[in-house]
């Protein structure tokens, strides 16, 4: 499976964006996604995952209730709405994809995309 990540970009505090993860290959729809994203200077941390149907999903604390991951496995792609963003969101951001049931921490993760740079101004 390759992925390739796109969408970032810079916003204002407040903003919103919408990334989307393009995976090659037939068995996309077999595997969960997940989203991470590491700042300067700092791990790789985990933003949020969705099972191989969309039917289980979590996210991390820091985005619960402004972030929101869905899939189209018709279309081979995992996107990341970003809302009311917030300037500690600025990052790398990662999609991921693994075989297990949800992808939560970088070592489940089979795949990465290159990443898309997400700047958030105050």
């Known amino acids: 499976v390759q992925l390739q990540a796109c969408g970032g970009g810079l916003v204002q505090a407040g903003g919103f964006l919408r990334l989307a993860c393009a995976a090659s290959g037939r068995t996309f729809s077999t595997y969960s996604m997940g989203w991470f994203r590491q700042a300067p200077g700092k791990e790789r941390e985990f933003v949020a995952t969705t099972s191989w149907s969309g039917g289980s999903i979590r996210y991390a604390d820091s985005v619960k209730g402004r972030f929101t991951i869905s899939r189209d496995n018709a279309k081979n792609t995992v996107y990341l709405l970003m809302n009311s963003l917030k300037p500690e969101d600025t990052a790398v951001y990662y999609c991921?994809?693994?075989?297990?049931?949800?992808?939560?921490?970088?070592?489940?993760?089979?795949?990465w995309g290159q990443g898309t740079l997400v700047t958030v101004s105050s």
């Open positions: 991921a994809a693994a075989s297990g049931f949800l992808v939560v921490t970088p070592t489940q993760a089979h795949y």
